[in-house]
């Protein structure tokens, strides 16, 4: 910790802030947006499946690979690439981020062949992921200690929006002019939003780390080993994103298809009800501050096994499905903050590294929940896209359950204590 209360390697230069009790209100927004339009990139193709298995004649049963390929990305820009947050200066890898996900975004858009497709949706997975995680650690270092839980969730709540929204616009984009289009003009977006990031976020004193390129990626698994946190709370967001992309994933099969046949637009709409469940959650970090974070997950893991009964009803009624994703996303949002939160309370020296490992087991769960749920679907249809859905949830209730108490010695998980360890 630092003279002035603020966790080891996140001091704010001179001017970069303005002084007072807390982050200002316009650059968590910033944060948030910009989090939001990164990670948007990662599942604007999930309304698209059907369209891109039909333009490159891709099997429905396999067709989720193509999702998979971007949480490959994904998983990549977690273990290799996030952690260099806490090594090198975050605003200049922000900007090479920047450059190499807007060449990717235009590299899928003009794909022809399949193993261009791929190659262009690992590269959009490994940078879009590589960005969203950044700014999210970027905003942990930024903030001081007694707002991390605010601030954290904030953001948070921005990459919520962002991947529940990226399907509203991909769909309306895809039915106006193409799914190809969806891309260009995402390519546009992340340029604006790259100039006001720039422009507008504080600089950080650099980063103490004093170690090598492969130490930094070893120090990863270290935190794994000694961070019992990281390891519950990594566990539950594999459970709990494999659940998501259960959902989100296959949910363009029944809705495109007879009886209600509907545009990609209105597929993606849908998106907008799950914004619902997001804001409704974005308190959890607030919660988190206040010492209930396990009360905050058991609610949550609750809410996500309830919901796979109105997700079940799509094929008696549409409003009935609107309650399950609500109730599904307002979960998912609830426990990810209250995950993240806790984490990076743990070793504030190391943000970037606990959310890149953190958020690896999110893509693990994310792609194994893409590949698992159109074959669900091509086996047995949305029934049994369900009851996969709702077995992995009663899954991570069960894990929690299990992990709830730490063994004798351990720091328990919903401490919310500062520590002061040195770097692993």
């Not at 981020?97 to 959009?124: E, S």
């Not at 609610?299 to 096994?305: D, N, S, T």
Request: aromatic letters at 8%.
């Amino acid at each position: 910790m630092t003279s002035d209360g603020q966790p080891e390697g996140s001091r704010i230069e001179k001017g970069a802030l303005p002084r007072g009790p807390g982050m200002a209100r316009g650059l968590v927004t910033l944060f948030a947006a910009s989090a939001g339009f990164s990670v948007a990139n990662v599942y604007y193709g999930q309304p698209l499946l059907d369209a891109l298995a039909a333009d490159f004649r891709i099997d429905q049963a396999v067709v989720g690979s193509v999702v998979a390929m971007t949480q490959v990305g994904s998983a990549l820009a977690l273990l290799f690439v996030v952690p260099l947050g806490d090594l090198v200066d975050r605003r200049r890898l922000m900007r090479a981020q920047l450059v190499a996900l807007l060449v990717a975004l235009v590299a899928v858009a003009t794909a022809r062949t399949l193993p261009a497709l791929f190659g262009g949706m690992l590269a959009v997975g490994l940078l879009g992921t590589a960005m969203t995680q950044g700014l999210l650690a970027y905003a942990a270092s930024a903030a001081s200690a007694h707002e991390q839980g605010r601030v954290v969730g904030a953001a948070q709540s921005g990459v919520f929006v962002g991947l529940l929204t990226a399907r509203v616009f991909a769909g309306a984009v895809s039915d106006v002019a193409g799914w190809r289009w969806v891309y260009l003009l995402a390519a546009l977006l992340m340029l604006v939003m790259g100039v006001l990031l720039w422009t507008r976020l504080p600089r950080l004193a650099p980063p103490h780390a004093r170690v090598g390129y492969p130490q930094l990626i070893l120090s990863m698994f270290a935190l794994l080993r000694h961070e019992r946190t990281l390891r519950v709370r990594g566990m539950l967001a594999l459970l709990m994103f494999a659940a998501l992309n259960i959902f989100w994933s296959a949910l363009v099969l029944p809705l495109s298809a007879p009886p209600y046949s509907l545009p990609h637009t209105a597929i993606g709409a849908f998106g907008l009800v799950g914004v619902v469940g997001a804001l409704a959650a974005a308190r959890a970090g607030k919660w988190v501050d206040g010492g209930h974070g396990q009360r905050t997950t058991v609610v949550a893991l609750a809410l996500l096994i309830l919901s796979w009964w109105p997700l079940a009803q799509l094929h008696t009624s549409l409003w009935i499905l609107a309650v399950g994703i609500v109730l599904l996303d307002a979960a998912g949002q609830a426990l990810h903050v209250t995950s993240q939160s806790m984490i990076v309370r743990t070793r504030p020296d190391a943000p970037g590294r606990l959310i890149g490992m953190y958020m690896l087991f999110y893509a693990v769960g994310s792609g194994l929940g893409a590949i698992g749920t159109t074959a669900a679907y091509a086996a047995g249809g949305w029934r049994a896209v369900c009851a996969l859905g709702a077995a992995v949830s009663v899954a991570a209730l069960v894990f929690w359950a299990a992990t709830r108490k730490a063994p004798a010695g351990a720091r328990p998980d919903h401490s919310c204590a500062m520590t002061s360890k040195k770097p692993a």
